[in-house]
């Protein structure tokens, strides 16, 4: 079945730490990959997005993204983290031929001080 | 530029209620989406609007229909509330689908059925 997948439910980092937020997909083609950011009582926010090309994308706030054809994987990082950036992440996959988005079920970031 | 913006920001309803949601936004873009958000389960796709004068069914759309008034508004209806219908609804906005566009959110709508 066609799935994208967050595994971590809730991860806690320190500030200063550096982050890895995972997500994984199932389609059939090379998606259309996003990473939203929610905080709390906020709509969504987009981070980065990958379409082609290079593999590694940079979005706001100091994120990034590498896309792993191979793993079906589109990880988020941040080298150092920030009390601010404690939210609700989600990956979400455009899979081109069905015009919408399908969202993992996010992870949610604690960053203690 | 408001972006998009939803209507009411929180509303309680008693079961068996209708009420509809309104969504509008500013950015003349092609296709609109509804969503609802409920603990743990991500966004969930109820309905959604390619462009003007077309509507299609997302992943959960029982017990709600949709109107794509014009270019700019897209309205959600319940028309006989349930509980399970508790949950945030957010509307969303992309200048095209299938293209990988992105798509803009607005602040959302809590509703509570009792």
């Known amino acids: 079945a066609q799935s994208v997948t967050q595994p971590d439910i809730h991860i806690t980092v320190s500030e200063g730490a550096s982050l890895e937020l995972r997500c994984n997909y199932s389609?059939?083609?090379?998606?259309?990959l996003f990473w939203y950011v929610q905080s709390p009582g906020q709509g969504l926010q987009l981070l980065l997005k990958y379409f082609s090309g290079d593999t590694l994308v940079q979005g706001i706030k100091g994120f990034e993204a590498e896309f792993k054809r191979s793993q079906s994987s589109f990880n988020l990082r941040k080298p150092s983290v920030h009390w601010s950036d404690a939210a609700e992440y989600f990956c979400?996959?455009?899979?081109?031929?069905?015009?919408?988005?399908?969202f993992g079920r996010g992870t949610q970031l604690t960053v203690w001080p | 530029n408001a972006g998009v913006t939803q209507t009411p920001k929180f509303q309680v309803l008693k079961t068996g209620q209708s009420m509809t949601l309104q969504c509008a936004q500013d950015?003349?873009?092609?296709?609109m989406y509804w969503y609802r958000q409920d603990p743990g389960m991500g966004l969930r796709l109820i309905y959604y609007?390619?462009?003007?004068?077309?509507?299609d069914k997302g992943e959960v759309p029982n017990g709600y229909n949709v109107s794509r008034l014009n270019k700019r508004e897209f309205s959600l209806r319940l028309e006989s509330a349930a509980p399970s219908q508790t949950s945030v609804y957010f509307c969303a906005s992309s200048d095209g689908s299938g293209r990988g566009y992105e798509q803009y959110f607005g602040p959302g709508t809590r509703l509570t059925v009792t």
């Open positions: 950015m003349n873009h092609n296709s």
């Open positions: 389609y059939g083609a090379t998606p259309y």
């Open positions: 979400a996959v455009d899979p081109r031929t069905l015009g919408r988005l399908y």
């Open positions: 609007s390619a462009s003007e004068g077309t509507t």
